[in-house]
T-cell receptor
């Protein structure tokens, strides 16, 4: 079964450093998403991406965050200057069509900011 | 703001019995609802969904019921199996919101033999 692949599975970074979280969506999917889950809290929407541009973003997704699809397969989330409160599990997801909310999630990257 | 609420953090059920997981929402604009299942060290996996034009959707052992007037939905698993032990997330969206899902905090289901 096709999978969404995320790397690394765990990233530790110092406060103020830049991090890039990587995702390989399912190959024929066109819609890409990032969500995060802070420990003990709900899964929160960050951003959606379609046709090489952001479709929607939440209030969490401020100027410190950016997304990119640098080639035909990767989808990245960059945090420019990490803060302690950015520590969370970050999930990438993809779907094949607009309105298909039953999209496929990756296993996540656990980001720890120290 | 918590627009999707799962008030039971955990639930324990015996194998073979029915598991009922509940979810409440506050935003009357929501018109699409989903349940995701999550195992440790994995991402959420889509389980079942329901549109607001329906009040019930069934897929094998899983049935989702929607009560729009009460802004409540529930997931029934019959019969429950030990492999169903996982965290279950309720999620909701509305057509004009674009692509975002609003998740609840999840309910941890334990099915005991």
């Amino acid at each position: 079964e096709p999978e969404v692949t995320q790397t690394p599975s765990h990233q530790v970074t110092q406060m103020g450093q830049e991090v890039i979280l990587r995702c390989v969506p399912i190959s024929n999917h066109l819609y890409f998403y990032w969500y995060r889950q802070i420990l003990g809290q709900k899964v929160e929407f960050l951003v959606s991406f379609y046709n090489n541009e952001i479709s929607e973003k939440s209030e969490i997704f401020d100027d410190q965050f950016s997304v990119e699809r640098p080639d035909g397969s990767n989808f990245t989330l960059k945090i420019r200057s990490t803060k302690l409160e950015d520590s969370a599990m970050y999930f990438c997801a993809s779907s094949d069509q607009k309105g298909n909310y039953g999209y496929t999630f990756g296993s996540g990257t656990r980001l720890t900011v120290v | 703001d918590q627009q999707v609420k799962q008030n039971s953090p955990s639930l324990s059920v015996q194998e073979g019995r029915i598991s009922i997981l509940n979810c409440d929402y506050t935003n009357s604009m929501f018109d699409y609802f989903l349940w995701y299942k999550k195992y440790p060290a994995e991402g959420p996996t889509f389980l079942i969904s329901i549109s607001s034009i329906k009040d019930k959707n069934e897929d094998g052992r899983f049935t989702v019921f929607l009560n729009k007037s009460a802004k409540h939905l529930s997931l029934h698993i019959v019969p429950s199996q030990p492999g169903d032990s996982a965290v279950y997330f309720c999620a909701a969206s509305y057509s004009n919101s674009g692509y975002a899902l609003n998740f609840g905090k999840g309910t941890s289901l334990l099915v005991t033999p």
